[in-house]
Antibody
């Protein structure tokens, strides 16, 4: 059974760093497109970053240069290293996968984890 | 960045009624549109991908249509569990974007 479980969220001061983890089971993160999406009450859903199977990555302009997406195939885990955090990064962060065989949407999501940036 | 505009913001309907939700893109996105359902405290759930294909396990009362800039999600007969927020998403170009959501509430 496919499952995604996020961890690593919490409260951090502006300018600080956090690393989110997304432990996957039931499939391999190395053979699937893996994504981070965040959600706030005001801005709705925002696609933050994607890591393709070949290693190519994309970032939203709002996080480019501050966030890094990566994966550890041996741990079957996706990461999001978040640096220079700002108040506007406060959100619920979801990891989500897109099936390479049947692409077109995010078919599995984690439960979401809260990140709060505040002094 | 492609902007997706969903309408209406809120749809008030009764169980058994038909729901028609709209998603309009600011430029052509071909058929690269997905629809998600989200309930309070839960992650979004994929309903429709490539504009009209139902995801695994999604009931036949959910259907999607459209191409180019105009897309529609239709729920043929609302069940009690269908009252939720619905989001559209375009994957045609990076950054992929989501609409602001349509809330389907019980009238």
């Amino acid at each position: 059974e496919v499952a995604l479980v996020e961890s690593g969220g919490g409260l951090v001061q502006p300018g600080g760093s956090l690393r989110l983890s997304c432990a996957a089971s039931g499939f391999s993160v190395s053979t699937t497109y893996m994504n981070w999406v965040r959600q706030t009450p005001g801005k709705g859903l925002e696609w933050v970053s994607v890591l393709y199977t070949g290693g190519r990555t994309y970032y939203a302009d709002s996080v480019k240069g501050r966030f890094i997406i990566s994966r550890d195939n041996s741990k079957n885990t996706l990461y999001l290293q978040m640096n220079s955090l700002r108040a506007e990064d406060t959100a619920i962060y979801y990891c989500a996968r897109e099936d390479v065989i049947v692409p077109g949407g995010f078919d599995y999501w984690g439960q979401g984890i809260q990140v709060t940036v505040s002094s | 960045e492609i902007v997706l505009t969903q309408s209406p913001a809120t749809l008030s309907l009764s169980p058994g009624e038909r729901a028609t939700l709209s998603c309009r893109a600011s430029q052509n996105v071909s058929i690269d549109v997905a629809w998600y359902q989200q309930k309070p405290g839960q992650a979004p759930r994929l309903l429709i991908y490539e504009a009209s294909k139902r995801a695994t396990g999604i009931p036949a009362r959910f259907s999607g249509s459209g191409s180019g800039t105009d897309f529609t999600l239709t729920i043929s007969s609302l069940e009690p569990e269908d009252f939720a927020i619905y989001h559209c998403q375009q994957r045609f170009s990076w950054p992929g974007t989501f609409g602001q959501g349509t809330k389907v509430e019980i009238k």
